[in-house]
Structures are given as C-alpha cells and as structure tokens.
C-alpha cells in the first residue's frame, strides 16, 4: 500500500498463508496498545473479515504463539470442529473473544463486518475480537478432553485457565459495542439474483448455507438439474416417485437448514422460461491426493459427473461454482463452469475424469480441458463472503 509522507495510516502485514506469525504478533500487540489508550469521548471503528483470526493473533501470557500453534494444529490433526478451535483460541487470546473491545473500554466501539461463516455468527467471524465469549475454561477443557489432549497441556495453557476460572468479574460484556454485518454471503446472492431476473431469468435463491460433503452435494446439484427438467418441460417423461424422493432425502442429508427447495420447483412448474438457482456456502473436501485445485472446481467436475448420469432432454444446463474472493484454492482461478457435455469434451481430449477425482487434482484438469477454457477468472475481489453455486436451466 502506498501512504503519503507523514501519514497518519499504519500498515503491518503478517499471518502469510493465513497462519498466525510474529509479524502478526506485532501488530496485534500495536492494536491492542491503541485500543488501551482510548476515552470515552474516542470511537474505535473496526473493520473484520476472515482470516481475522490468524492477523490477530495475541496469546495471554505466559501462553507463546508456538504453545498456541501447537495446541491448535493438535486439535485440528484429531478432527476438532472450527467452533472448538475457535473456543480455545478465545480462551487463550487478550484480542478474541471481545478481547479487543474490552481493552478500547469505554471507548464506544463499532464493528464493520463481512462475513465469511455460514448463518453470519459474529461470535465466530475472526474468532468475535468484538463479541463477548459464551464460552467457560469448563468448556475449554471438555474439549481437549474429548480430543485426549489434557495431558499434553502446556504448563502455560492450565495457568491461564486456572486464572480466568478463578476470576472474580466473571465473563465482560460488550455493552459499548456496535456489530454490524455490512457483506455476507446473503446479500451476495440477493444481488446475484437481482442481476439474473434483469437478463430475464426466474431466479430462485435455494440457500445460503450449503454445507456438507462435496460429493454430496454434486449428487444434488446433478440430481435437481433432471428433476428441473420434468418442471420445465411437462412434455418429456416426468421424474419418477423415487427420483423426487431421493432429491428431497440428498437434500435431507446435507442439513441446510433455509433450503428453499420446493419454492424452487414450484417455480419452474409455474413458468417456462429460462431458470436461475442459487445457492451459496462452503462445501468440504476430503483429500484423497495431492493434486491442485479448490472445493470450486472439485465441486465444478463432480456436478459435472452428475449431469451426465441423468437424460436431461431439451433443456441446456450450465453450472457455476466460484469463490467470491476470486481465488479458489492455490490456485488463480475463483471457479469452473460445466455441462452435460463436459464427459464427452473431456473423452475427446484423453482425460480421465474419475482419475482426476481421485487425485483431488481439478485445476489440472480444467487446464487441460480446451484449454482452461471452463476456468473462472476474476482477479482477486478484495472481499470474502464464501462460495456462490449457479445452475442455469434453459428449456431449448
């Protein structure tokens, strides 16, 4: 970032690779120092993102950033929750867990956020450096319990815990915070669709919360696109009784919890124009190898594998996986687009679509693919509200 001669702006960059480091450590420490020596006549303005976490990392002393990492990837490696790392990290940082706006007390505080998490829990967001924690040292120690790791607590970590167990004020509250969601994956989508009904679609929105496996999740994607098409097409021969119930049970598994399913084939049924869905979330991948790519393209190839199981008659069908930072994975790309046809191509040109599956290695299979041509490329957006899904459904 270019400053002006003595301005007034600092700038510190750290947490490289979104992991928490010293240089992260420094600055996290220089906020802290700012938010101390604030009155009640001052008013702290706070911009949070993801990867707030790791930018912000100020463990309580006698607690070192290395004991901090490694309790983390600990938890991690033995299949701890985001929410149960989050707990810990809370418990163990002068910053999260409203750490920050208890330091800028009685500064008013007001929080800017975009959200990166699913149903926008500002608690979560960057571990709530302005959100009071819920959380007790109970809570903390039935997780590394549950993980088997009590006894691998560092003799730092249990004084800190003892300490806030101990302590006679009890959990603070935030009562001189303001927490304001201004960019979330909702208000993505809402303007998404409005984008869509302008170029003449009938844009449903399913659901902003899409979670669950990956391969899961293709199956539905894959699975709606056919059951769409008796919708649109009342001609062609119907969805059987079993194909909407195993819609509706794919759906069941996944656990979204807004899914506006019915209101989508409702809608198809009504009308017989072209049809826009979206959805938005973050599916999971389970890495089977050491290939490249991102949950976009894996998700991308694996609907494309779908629609390809299923007769979809006179109806062009496109979908549109993409990450809204503009970059999916390690990689440059936000995304991948497919179709029906994507089989086919990849035939024509000797790839192996199962074999890139299983190697986790989408984004080399998208290169090769007419050349990257089903690549989604936006450059680098500037925000992060997770993942957008779009399935375009045409009637010919």
Same mark, same amino acid.
Do not use: F
């Given at each position: 970032m270019l400053l002006k001669p003595h301005s007034h702006v600092q700038v510190f960059e750290g947490a490289e690779d979104n992991l928490p480091d010293r240089d992260a450590l420094r600055a996290a420490l220089a906020i802290r120092q700012l938010a101390e020596g604030l009155t009640a006549d001052d008013l702290l303005l706070v911009l949070i993102s993801g990867g707030g976490s790791?930018? +912000?990392?100020?463990?309580?002393?006698?607690?070192?950033?290395?004991?901090?990492?490694?309790?983390?990837?600990?938890?991690?490696?033995?299949? $701890?929750?985001?929410?149960?790392?989050?707990?810990?990290?809370? $418990?163990?940082?002068? +910053?999260?867990?409203?750490?920050?706006?208890?330091?800028?007390?009685?500064a008013q505080v007001v929080s800017l956020i975009l959200s990166d998490v699913v149903g926008d829990p500002v608690e979560v967001i960057a571990?709530?450096?302005?959100?009071a924690s819920s959380h007790s040292v109970q809570d903390c120690l039935h997780i590394v319990n549950r993980y088997? +790791?009590?006894?691998?607590?560092?003799?730092?970590?249990?004084?800190?815990?003892?300490?806030?167990?101990?302590?006679?004020?009890?959990?603070?509250?935030?009562?001189?915070?303001?927490?304001?969601?201004?960019g979330s994956n909702v208000l993505a989508l809402a303007e998404a669709?409005?984008?869509?009904?302008?170029?003449?679609?009938?844009?449903?929105?399913l659901s902003a919360a899409m979670q669950g496996d990956v391969k899961s999740m293709a199956q539905f994607y894959g +699975?709606?696109?056919?059951?769409?098409?008796?919708?649109?097409?009342?001609?062609?021969?119907?969805?059987?009784?079993?194909?909407? $119930?195993?819609?509706?049970?794919l759906a069941a598994d996944l656990q979204i919890p807004d899914l506006q399913l019915e209101e989508a084939l409702e809608t198809m049924a009504r009308g017989r124009g072209p049809v826009c869905l979206l959805a938005g979330g973050?599916?999971?991948?389970?890495?089977?190898?050491?290939?490249?790519?991102?949950?976009?393209?894996?998700?991308?190839?694996?609907?494309?594998a779908e629609l390809r199981r299923w007769p979809l008659g006179q109806i062009d069908v496109l979908f549109l996986s993409g990450g809204t930072d503009?970059?999916?994975?390690?990689?440059?790309?936000?995304?991948a687009w497919v179709t029906p046809e994507l089989a086919s191509q990849a035939a024509a040109e000797g790839l192996d679509m199962a074999t890139f599956l299983a190697h986790n290695d989408s984004h080399t299979f998208f290169c090769r693919l007419q050349g990257g041509a089903h690549l989604l490329h936006t450059g680098m957006t500037g925000t992060n509200v997770m993942d957008t899904h779009l399935l375009f459904l045409r009637p010919r």
């Open positions: 790791a930018l +912000l990392p100020a463990p309580i002393p006698p607690v070192t950033l290395e004991e901090k990492q490694t309790l983390t990837r600990l938890l991690a490696a033995r299949g $701890a929750t985001i929410q149960e790392l989050n707990t810990i990290r809370k $418990a163990l940082s002068q +910053l999260k867990g409203g750490g920050l706006a208890q330091a800028a007390y009685p571990s709530g450096p302005t959100v088997g +790791l009590r006894a691998a607590l560092p003799r730092s970590v249990k004084t800190v815990l003892s300490r806030a167990d101990s302590d006679p004020h009890g959990p603070h509250s935030c009562g001189h915070v303001l927490n304001v969601i201004i669709q409005r984008q869509a009904e302008a170029l003449g679609y009938q844009a449903v929105v +699975l709606l696109a056919h059951v769409a098409r008796t919708r649109l097409t009342p001609s062609m021969a119907g969805a059987s009784v079993e194909e909407d $119930a195993q819609l509706h049970e973050e599916p999971t991948v389970q890495l089977q190898g050491s290939g490249r790519g991102g949950r976009n393209q894996e998700l991308a190839l694996r609907v494309g503009g970059q999916d994975g390690p990689t440059e790309a936000a995304g």
